[in-house]
């Protein structure tokens, strides 16, 4: 095969998938780098669930035995609360149609919620979600969590923002790196047990941050969670990741994912 034919296929393929207009996650690039020392951990499904697959997964929590989910894309944004044995949604709020909903938190009785480009968040009656207030930030608006004291939100780059969880000002920022390099495109976000958890987007790689320092100390390896017959409607990226920290169960699912599963990670021999 000729140099100039393999181009093209190469720039074929690239095109098809790029007019597909979805990313194809199981064949995702590693975000780590070649010097980098964390530990890298797989995984185990322990429980798969039904996931919508009109859910366009931008922010995930467990909170008293139930799921809450953000979803994005503009005119079917919504905040839901989510049943995690059979995927019903037992409450829904839509955002209007000039917001792109993204990340989740609750804290306290209130559930925050980002959007993408608006430079603007919402808070949210945990119970009746009802609209108490709107806040803003510079940067855009992709994960969020909190770590008990301060919200900690992402922007699609390495920078991590640390904000006030009454007020909303921001109090501090964190570079993620591994090795000597920045670590962007952090997307959803989870405080599990004094770690950041944050997947990298366009990937199946979830990092675990040190918050302290900014340092990934792990990489999980997401690779093959959803099977080809799973992927026979078009799916998105991985994208979501919620703990229950009462029972210590991690769930993960994706953006138009069929299934969300609960996971426990296997440490490396
Ligand atoms: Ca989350």
Redesign the pocket.
């Known amino acids: 095969m000729s140099r100039l034919f393999m181009l093209f296929i190469l720039g074929l393929s690239v095109l098809l998938a790029v007019a597909s207009g979805f990313s194809c996650s199981n064949t995702s690039e590693s975000p780590i780098p070649d010097n980098s020392d964390a530990i890298i951990y797989t995984y185990n499904i322990v429980n798969t669930y039904p996931h919508d697959r009109n859910a366009f997964t931008q ?3 467990f909170k008293d035995d139930v799921l809450y989910e953000g979803t994005g894309q503009y005119g079917h944004s919504t905040l839901r609360r989510v049943e995690l044995e059979t995927g019903d949604i037992l409450q829904i709020r839509e955002l209007s149609d000039q917001f792109f909903g993204e ?3 609750i804290y306290g009785d209130k559930i925050i919620q980002l959007t993408w480009q608006s430079n603007v968040g919402f808070v949210y009656d945990k119970y009746s979600f009802e609209l108490l207030q709107g806040f803003n930030y510079s940067t855009e608006g992709w ?1 969020i ?1 909190h770590d008990g004291t301060h919200l900690i939100m992402s922007d699609g780059t390495s920078t991590l923002h640390f904000l006030n969880p009454q007020t909303f000002e921001e109090i501090g920022q964190l570079e993620v790196f591994d090795s000597d390099s920045p670590i962007t495109r952090l997307n ?3 405080y599990i047990q004094g770690e950041i958890y944050a997947n990298v987007w366009q990937t199946d790689w979830v990092a675990r941050i040190a918050p302290q320092t900014g340092l990934v100390i792990g990489w999980i390896d997401l690779r093959g969670l959803l099977t080809a017959e799973d992927r026979s409607e078009p799916v998105d990226v991985l994208n ?4 229950d920290a009462e029972a210590d169960r991690l769930f993960v699912t994706g953006k138009l994912w069929p299934k969300l599963f609960e996971i426990e990670l296997i440490s490396p021999p």
């Not at 979501?240 to 703990?243: F, P, Q």
């Open positions: 922010g995930l929590v990340g989740i938190t994960g969590t959803e976000l989870e979501g990741i919620a703990y």
